[in-house]
């Protein structure tokens, strides 16, 4: 069971390599989630309100690999147009969008008090 653990956990890793290794948005997302949990600490927000930044910024990660994993899925039944297949694509980076949007309402809410008391 132990070692059935390690091998899920193992794959994961790998998926994380791979998004950081071959998808610039990733690297960008994350990036920008070391920025933001740098700035959590430096302004000193409360628990609370990290929790909320944590899960925002995790939510945006997370949307960025799905719409990476299905870019992949949909790339593998062929390069030909497909209009299904470019609808999916464009949900699924909808997806992201949406997640990215509302982590940046989240973090203004949050953040801009606290910058605003450092001037």
Not at 23 to 33: D, Y
Request: overall charge neutral.
């Amino acid at each position: 069971m132990l070692h059935q653990k390690l091998r899920s956990f193992r794959y994961s890793m790998r998926g994380l390599a791979i998004a950081w290794r071959e998808e610039f948005n990733f690297r960008v997302h994350a990036a920008a989630t070391a920025l933001v949990l740098f700035l959590s600490w430096f302004l000193g927000i409360s628990a609370i309100e990290f929790l909320f930044v944590l899960g925002a910024v995790t939510l945006v990660l997370a949307a960025e690999l799905f719409n990476t994993a299905l870019e992949e899925l949909c790339d593998k039944f062929g390069t030909d147009p497909d209009p299904h297949i470019a609808k999916i694509k464009d949900l699924a980076a909808a997806a992201v969008s949406v997640a990215a949007l509302g982590a940046f309402v989240i973090g203004s809410i949050i953040f801009i008090p606290y910058v605003l008391a450092l001037l």
